[in-house]
């Protein structure tokens, strides 16, 4: 059996370039000038590249250089492979280019509890020509740093109308009792006046459920007990499923636990509590909400957001 042979050619894109100049410029001499190549170099150069294919590429006469058979095949083939890598490297250049566009998008925690990843990958994935970044964090915040500028477009809720905003209803979601599971009611709903009869563990004044719920109480002749103030979410959560507290919360805020058997929720009626969410942004900034890409961006997490909540929400637009 005859032996194989191993040998890899190494061929390199600069042997290729020198090949084709010296085709065309037709001589060794023409072509090392017109490469700023000393002619030996350019020889050499040329020599190892027809040894490492075993065939010789060019025949040297008086009048300069000609091609061979195999010669003319690699020309045109040396052709393609540059043209192709030529157009490769504009191709990356250009992308890179379109990617420089960067919108910076707010998010709230209950979409990202929802959304998870998902949120960038279907970006990365839908925008090819827009970069996002996340800024994740509650309304106020958002709702400032879109005032000085931090974000370019963002969900709020419960935004109110101003002048110097563009803002788009999209969501009204339920406010539920959220309980341990050993603390939740028989009935598969609860009266907003039956719901406050629990400690409450909820946010601080100028937070927007508590704003909600006590406005509500008020209109009602109602007594809230704030049993505990708490300001961070993991915080009451894991009160509440210890069974210290109960709280108000929407559906997308706990739906793991909820889903995981470790907190209990129930619909408030008598009346319905509800929050909305908004997409906003400045009247006078640079992202518009109905730019084509972002606007069905915005679509995808809407739809993905509503089919998380089911049945405890509900599309406004």
Known sequence: ??????????????????????????????????????????????????????????????????????????????????????????????????????????????????????????????????????????????????DHDQVDITFLYNVDERPDLIRRALIEEDLLLITAPDKQPVTETVSFAEALRYDLAIGGERGILRHIVETEARRLSLNVHVAYEVHSMLTMKTMVARGTAATILPYSLVAREVRAGTLAARRIDRPALTWTLYIARRRNGRWALDDGQVDAHIERLVEAMLELTQPWARRLT
């Not at 370039?17 to 037709?26: E, H, L, M």
């Not at 998902?118 to 970044?133: F, G, H, N, T």
């Open 1 to 146: 059996m005859a032996a194989k042979n191993d040998r890899e050619e190494t061929i390199n894109l600069r042997q290729l370039s020198y090949f084709i100049k010296v085709i065309d410029a037709g001589t060794m001499t023409a072509a090392a000038e017109a490469l700023h190549l000393a002619q030996p170099a350019l020889g050499a150069q040329i020599r190892q590249l027809e040894t490492e294919l075993g065939v010789s590429l060019i025949l040297r006469h008086s009048r300069g250089v000609t091609a061979t058979p195999a010669g003319k095949l690699l020309y045109q083939r040396a052709q393609r492979i540059l043209g192709e890598v030529d157009q490769a490297a504009r191709d990356v250049r250009a992308l890179n280019a379109r990617k420089q566009e960067h919108l910076r998008l707010g998010v709230n925690s209950g979409m990202v509890v929802m959304l998870g990843p998902d949120i960038l990958m279907d970006a990365e994935k839908r925008l090819p020509d827009v970069a996002i970044s996340l800024v994740e964090e509650r309304t106020p915040v958002l709702l400032d740093a879109l």
